[in-house]
């Protein structure tokens, strides 16, 4: 029996008020993609169906380089976050995992981090390491690079810690691990480009060569920042040699904000599937560049088209084709639990419109190079309001047809704010 952290009656209450608009609405809509061919209960199972992981840092005020304005009652540490990662999944019913990162998440005893996350109804994703900042007491700092670093010792002190994040993985269930490094250079002549990416290949060798044979090694590429003026895995190029070099086990990690702005994302997509080297995404959205906002809250067409593609693929039944879900993006000014809900819920939003997309028709306006009718197509299935579909699959599933009302109604915030005591300096963050 899963441990709820929000009282059921609360979203039974909520979804009460809702369930008959909800019905009626379902219908209309039910009635309106049957004259379009398509089955919405079966749209439905799929979006039931869906998950995208929370990442364990989210559930965390974020904060830029100038200031971090703290909410109240933030998780103090990993316990603290699975119980709000908890109530996430427990409203949407489309969270059901959470991606830790290692130090930040790190505690004594593994076994009763497994044994909390089954009480609370969550697996665990893909691990994420730490070598872009330097820990208390550690021997080489990570300044100068880490996996990249000239220095040997500090390199192979970058390694152990990625391979003491698949140790823990392996004890929490996780099957991945995603490798994100802030290595780079400030200045022209500071590093040498060749020399610097030889170093950084010798060492993702060595801890994918640890790797258990069910694991899989994402390298997460981003184009700048902390390093300003050359980034050692700057874009998905580069990602895909390493994950080419590498081997079969190494994929490319896609996170959205990382790209310079107007690059065609869902492309990059698409070359990474043909390839067979897409290992997942980190979901968020940017109008400037990294992943400060929230999903969908800039540019929902562009995670739409993303979403295309990936329905694309999973219709043409592309071989081993299972890429790894989780949101990554930065809460600064938003309740990071109502924002989390709202962004799993907007991921969900764009799977579904894409399954509404009429192949057929696409693919014959495409071979008649009707440009026009094509893009129509799109179109069509992005404007259709899906709410009721997204509603549909919490109802069924006991969550709460309105995610941040029940939150709200919860008083859940008010009462850990009364439980959690302020801290400063925890494992919020940007990765
Ligand atoms: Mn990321």
């Known amino acids: 029996m899963t441990e709820t952290m929000i009282d059921p009656g609360v979203i039974a209450a909520g979804n009460e008020k809702t369930t008959q608009g909800l019905a009626a609405d379902y219908n209309a809509l039910g009635d309106q993609l049957a004259r379009r061919g398509l089955d919405i209960d079966e749209i439905t199972a799929k979006v039931a169906a869906y998950g995208v992981a929370i990442p364990s840092w989210g559930v965390g005020t974020g904060g830029t380089r100038f200031a971090r304005f703290p909410g109240e009652g933030e998780p103090r540490h990993i316990f603290d976050k699975l119980e709000d990662c908890a109530v996430i999944h427990q409203l949407t019913g489309a969270t059901p995992t959470v991606s830790l990162h290692i130090p930040w998440d790190k505690v004594d005893d593994i076994g009763e981090l497994r044994s909390r996350g089954e009480a609370l109804g969550l697996g665990f994703d893909a691990m994420n390491s730490n070598t872009f900042q330097d820990q208390p007491g550690q021997a080489h700092s990570y300044k100068f690079g880490s996996l990249t670093h000239t220095d040997a010792a500090t390199r192979q002190q970058a390694i152990e810690h990625n391979l003491e994040c698949i140790e823990i993985g392996k004890e929490l269930g996780s099957k991945a691990l995603t490798v994100w490094i802030g290595d780079g250079s400030n200045f022209p002549g500071q590093s040498n480009f060749a020399g610097q990416f030889e170093r950084y290949l010798t060492s993702m060798k060595a801890i994918y060569a640890a790797l258990p044979s069910d694991w899989r090694l994402f390298s997460e590429h981003k184009m700048y920042e902390p390093a300003f003026y050359s980034t050692v895995v700057q874009d998905w190029g580069t990602n895909y040699m390493i994950a080419t070099e590498l081997g079969d086990q190494a994929y490319c990690l896609v996170d959205l904000g990382h ?29 400037y560049g990294d992943d400060d906002l929230d999903t969908a809250a800039i540019d929902p067409y562009r995670l739409f088209l993303v ?30 639990i109502e924002s989390l809900m709202q962004s799993a819920m907007e991921v969900q939003r764009a799977y579904a419109q894409a399954l509404l997309v009429d192949r057929a028709a696409l693919a014959e306006a495409q071979q008649a190079n009707d440009a026009l009718m094509a893009t129509e197509t799109l179109k069509r299935a992005f404007r259709t309001d899906v709410t009721p579909i997204l509603a549909r699959a919490r109802l069924d599933k006991g969550a709460a047809t309105d995610p941040v009302a029940a939150f709200r109604a919860s008083g859940y915030r008010r009462k850990v704010a009364a439980e959690r005591p302020a801290v400063t300096g925890a494992g919020g963050g940007i990765v």
């Open 259 to 287: 790209h310079a702005p107007n690059v065609n994302i869902e492309m990059i997509v698409s070359r990474l599937i043909q390839f067979g080297k897409l290992g997942g995404f980190h979901f968020n959205d940017s109008k």
């Open 307 to 336: 979403f295309n593609e990936l329905v694309d693929a999973e219709q043409r039944g592309v071989k081993d084709f299972d890429p790894a879900h989780m949101l990554d993006q930065s809460h600064n000014v938003t309740d990071p």
